[in-house]
């Protein structure tokens, strides 16, 4: 269990260095994944908001 923890914590570190000193260009990496990230919100979002206007109209 711990080795797995370790290992982890080991690839989170090496992430966060990679995004502060821009390796492999990863700024832009999770640039473009937060992009995603904000359309599938937004995404969700509008369909919940259709769905609960949907089903308040019906009741």
Do not use: C, P, Y
């Amino acid at each position: 269990m711990f080795g797995r923890l370790f290992t982890l914590l080991i690839i989170l570190a090496v992430l966060s260095l990679a995004v502060m000193f821009n390796w492999f260009d990863a700024r832009e990496w999770v640039s473009a994944g937060l992009e995603w990230i904000q359309t599938m919100f937004e995404s969700l979002s509008k369909t919940g908001d259709r769905l609960q206007s949907s089903f308040e109209s019906t009741h």
